[in-house]
């Protein structure tokens, strides 16, 4: 049996599961490279309890299940997280990937940044918990937001598998080093992303390399609308 082209461990964003990656994790398999993707600490079908998930949580359970050189992917809120593990174990990170995600700023918590949106499709729209640790999103917001390109079977899987998502780690700062900065990484824009502007995403990366910045003709959500597509890039970037 060959070896896998390459390893690639799949972070998922606010309120989602590694369920939400069933579809690519497939077609990355298919073009010969070893995927997964793990529930963060008190997402999917992990039971940590919201006043337990704190940004250091994440990093360790992504640490936990690094390879020895892994691509690392973060869609979303994960940005954080995968930094967070960056600056832990960069000896296991072959790249990072930034799939439409926030990318940490010295000093800036993700919801800083959040605030920093020119637009924020999401302000007022969520649910906050009875006891405050964690928010929601209405199915309607869901939707429209964060499904607005995928087909009605595909909404049909995801909103019902949506799951509170705790406040907590993404009101923390991730401490940057040259260990994170220095690795190799990648930006996927999503160019009709109705969660984060697309405008933000270019804005975050302003300072990138162009050849580090690639574009998805997708929403929020591409490893559902369109996870062929995503593969096809993500193998690109494997095989740099």
Request: glycine share 6%; hydrophobic share 40%.
């Amino acid at each position: 049996m060959s070896e896998p082209v390459s390893d690639i461990l799949l972070i998922h964003g606010s309120g989602h599961g590694a369920w939400c990656f069933e579809p690519l994790i497939g077609k990355l398999q298919a073009l010969g490279h070893s995927a997964r993707a793990i529930d963060l600490p008190g997402a999917g079908d992990d039971p940590t309890p919201p006043a337990e998930v704190t940004l250091a949580r994440y990093a360790e359970a992504i640490c936990a299940a690094l390879g020895r050189n892994t691509l690392l992917l973060g869609h979303s809120a994960a940005g954080y997280a995968i930094t967070a593990a960056a600056e832990r174990a960069p000896e296991r990170i072959a790249r990072l990937v930034y799939l439409c995600a926030y990318v940490p700023e010295p000093g800036r918590s993700m919801l800083d940044l959040m605030r920093d949106a020119p637009r924020r499709p999401l302000h007022g729209r969520l649910t906050k918990s009875d006891d405050g640790l964690c928010y929601s999103a209405p199915a309607e917001v869901a939707e429209e937001c964060f499904y607005h390109d995928c087909t009605e079977a595909q909404r049909a899987f995801a909103i019902p598998r949506l799951s509170p998502q705790p406040i907590a780690p993404q009101a923390e700062v991730v401490n940057l080093s040259k260990v994170s900065q220095s690795l190799p990484r990648s930006y996927i824009l999503c160019r009709d992303d109705r969660t984060i502007p697309p405008e933000h995403q270019a804005a975050m990366t302003a300072g990138w390399p162009r050849a580090d910045v690639h574009e998805l003709a997708s929403g929020h959500s591409p490893f559902l609308s369109m996870p062929a597509e995503l593969a096809a890039l993500i193998d690109r970037l494997a095989r740099q």
